[in-house]
C-alpha cells in the first residue's frame, strides 16, 4: 500500500503546486485599472470650500480637470474665481443636483463594472500589446457627454446610464430608442466601441456601406473577445427580440442590402440608419434595429477570421474591403 500512499501523495503535491503556480500567474495577469470618481468630489463643493477643492483637481484627476473645465464647463476666459462660482452654482442648481442623487445612488458601488472592464482591458492588451491601457474617470455633466476619450484615458458620464425609464430622459425629449440605450448594462460595451474607435477609425478604409460595416463588425468581433461573459444583445446593445431578429433574418438582410444597390453606396443617407442609432433600419421591417449592419459586419468578419490565418491587430489594419468580402467568402444562406 506504500507505493500507493506515495504516488498519491507526490501527485497531489504536483496538483497543488500547478495550482499554486497557475494562481500567481493568474494574479500577475491581472489587470489594475485606475478608476477615479469626479463626480464624488465635484457635488462635495461648497461656496466655503470650492476655491481649495478645485485646486486639488489636476493632482487627483490629471488632465480630465482641464477637460471638465474646457469641455463641460466651458470655462472660456473665466477667471479662477469666476469659475469656481460656475461650480457652485452647477453643483446647487436644484435639477443637477437631484440628477447626481440618482447617479450617487444607482453607482454607489462601481466595483462590477470595474471588474467587467478590467477583464476587456486585460483582452484588449493581450490582442493590442504596443497600445496604452487607460485609467478611467467617471464624472456628471449635465446630460451633454457619454463616453469619451482624452490624453489616452477615458471619462465615462454616469447621469447618461441611470436606466430607459430614468425620468430625466423624458424630460429631456429623449426618444424611447435612445432612451434604451442609457442603461447601466451598457456602460462596458460603448467604453470598448468608444476605445477602439480612438485608435482603429483611421482603418476604415471608406465611405461605403461595404467598409463601414466591415468596420463595425471588427470592432463588434473584438467587443465579443473583450466581453465574453456579456450577452451578444447586451454586446450589440439591442433588445432581446431585436437580436434574435437579426439572427433569423441575416440572410434577408443582406441580399436587401446587395439588391438595393446599396453595398458600394457612399450616400449615408441610403444607408445611415443601418450604422446609427435609429428606431429602425429604413427600407427594412419595423423589427430591424438601427445599427443592423453591425451584425451583418460581425458575422462577414467570423467568416474572415475562420477564413485566413491572421491575428486580431493585423485584421484591424485591412482596409481593402472588396477583397476583404472576397476573402471572407462570406455568403449567408438561411
Not at 459586419?297 to 493585423?314: C, F, L, P, R, T
Request: hydrophobic share 40%.
Amino acid at each position: 500500500m506504500k507505493p500507493i500512499v506515495l504516488f498519491l501523495s507526490v501527485t497531489l503535491a504536483t496538483f497543488l503546486l500547478a495550482s499554486w503556480l497557475f494562481s500567481l500567474s493568474s494574479d500577475a495577469e491581472k489587470l489594475d485599472l485606475k478608476v477615479n470618481r469626479f463626480e464624488q468630489s465635484l457635488f462635495e463643493i461648497t461656496p466655503d470650500n470650492v476655491t481649495e477643492l478645485s485646486a486639488k483637481w489636476v493632482d487627483d484627476f490629471g488632465a480630465f480637470d482641464e477637460v471638465f473645465a474646457s469641455q463641460i464647463m466651458q470655462k472660456g476666459n473665466l477667471t479662477d474665481e469666476q469659475y469656481n462660482q460656475e461650480l457652485v452654482v452647477f453643483t446647487q442648481h436644484k435639477d443637477m443636483r437631484e440628477a447626481y442623487d440618482s447617479v450617487a445612488v444607482m453607482f454607489t458601488d462601481f466595483s462590477n463594472i470595474e471588474q467587467e472592464l478590467e477583464s476587456a482591458f486585460w483582452q484588449f492588451h493581450d490582442d493590442f500589446p504596443s497600445y496604452p491601457i487607460p485609467e478611467i474617470t467617471t464624472f456628471f455633466g449635465g446630460f451633454n457627454y457619454g463616453v469619451v476619450t482624452y490624453d489616452d484615458n477615458i471619462a465615462i458620464g454616469l447621469e447618461n446610464f441611470l436606466g430607459q425609464n430614468s425620468k430625466y430622459y423624458s424630460l429631456l425629449g429623449d426618444p424611447s430608442y435612445l432612451r434604451f440605450q442609457k442603461q447601466k448594462k451598457f456602460i462596458a460595451s460603448n467604453v470598448m466601441e468608444v476605445w477602439i474607435n480612438e485608435y482603429f477609425q483611421e482603418y476604415l478604409g471608406g465611405r461605403d456601406l461595404l467598409s463601414q460595416l466591415i468596420y463595425k463588425g471588427k470592432v463588434m468581433y473584438c467587443i465579443d473577445k473583450m466581453l465574453p461573459n456579456l450577452s451578444m444583445e447586451d454586446k450589440f446593445r439591442f433588445t432581446i427580440e431585436q437580436m434574435d431578429w437579426v439572427v433569423e433574418n441575416e440572410a434577408s438582410v443582406w441580399q436587401y442590402i446587395v439588391h438595393e444597390d446599396l453595398l458600394f453606396s457612399k450616400d449615408e443617407q441610403q444607408f445611415r440608419t443601418f450604422i446609427n442609432y435609429s428606431p429602425f433600419a429604413k427600407g427594412m421591417p419595423p423589427q430591424a434595429p438601427g445599427r443592423v449592419a453591425y451584425y451583418i459586419g460581425y458575422k462577414m468578419v467570423n467568416e474572415y477570421m475562420g477564413n485566413n490565418e491572421i491575428d486580431v491587430e493585423e485584421l484591424m489594419y485591412l482596409t481593402d474591403s472588396r477583397k476583404f468580402l472576397q476573402q471572407s467568402k462570406y455568403k449567408p444562406t438561411k
